[in-house]
């Protein structure tokens, strides 16, 4: 199984300051068709996961332009430019690449 | 509106069973990979189950292989899970979501369902 990990898993931010969060994993999620299979979601307080990256480092539908991914193979961030109050939650990294997909173990992002 | 509601969470005595139900409306079903995904408290989210667009391929997390069933019914718009033995390790909020293509890019999430295993 491909083993994801995230770093950190606290992250206290203050309003208008930037954030960013780490993601590796254990294998490779470059594919032979050039793409990384590595998305991030964010679960609000009380809420479903919500889609903010694929393949990386595509933006969601609706995603604000704050939001912005990279990295390839196995190192990958997920960037906030400008950290808003509504941010709050639980980000995490998921590799799609190969079954059992798997999830990073959460970054909770909080507003100092 | 494109949503996913689940249904048939609740409490059930180790070693039984429940069925859970997720039911698509705004969008084309049977052109979607649909996945279940768990979230236990005060863990991180774990994912269950993954079945592709005509439900002849299935996937499962190792933890819960011969022991959970993933189906859906085109014709109906529906997503199942059948989850037999039961374990305490198997209390969480099910979520049913969509993929399209199979290889992430899950857009869609349901409210989800609440599977508590107690005695």
């Known amino acids: 199984d491909i083993v994801m990990t995230q770093s950190p898993l606290s992250l206290p931010v203050s309003p208008g300051e930037p954030a960013s969060i780490s993601c590796r994993s254990s294998q490779s999620l470059l594919h032979s068709d050039g793409y990384n299979y590595l998305d991030w979601y964010l679960q609000k307080p009380g809420q479903s996961p919500q889609f903010l990256i694929y393949?990386?480092?595509s933006r969601a539908s609706g995603v604000p332009d704050r939001f912005s991914g990279s990295g390839s193979g196995t190192d990958f961030t997920l960037k906030i430019s400008r950290v808003e109050a509504e941010d709050v939650g639980v980000y995490y990294c998921?590799?799609?690449?190969?079954?059992?997909?798997?999830f990073g173990q959460g970054t909770r992002l909080e507003i100092k | 509106e494109v949503q996913l509601v689940e249904s048939g969470g609740g409490l059930v005595q180790p070693g039984g069973s429940l069925r859970l139900s997720c039911a698509a409306s705004g969008f084309t079903f049977s052109s979607y990979w649909m996945h279940w995904v768990r979230h236990a408290p005060g863990k991180g989210l774990v994912w269950v189950s993954r079945?592709?667009?005509?439900?002849?391929?299935?996937s499962y997390v190792d933890s819960v292989k011969g022991r959970f069933t993933i189906s859906r019914d085109n014709a109906k718009n529906t997503l199942y899970l059948q989850m037999n033995s039961l374990r305490a390790e198997d209390t969480a909020v099910y979520y049913c979501?969509?993929?399209?293509?199979?290889?992430?890019?899950?857009?869609?999430w349901g409210k989800g369902t609440t599977v508590t295993v107690s005695s």
């Open positions: 079945i592709n667009s005509d439900g002849s391929s299935t």
């Open positions: 393949l990386a480092s």
């Open positions: 979501a969509r993929d399209l293509k199979g290889s992430g890019y899950i857009d869609v």
């Open positions: 998921m590799q799609a690449l190969q079954t059992p997909i798997t």
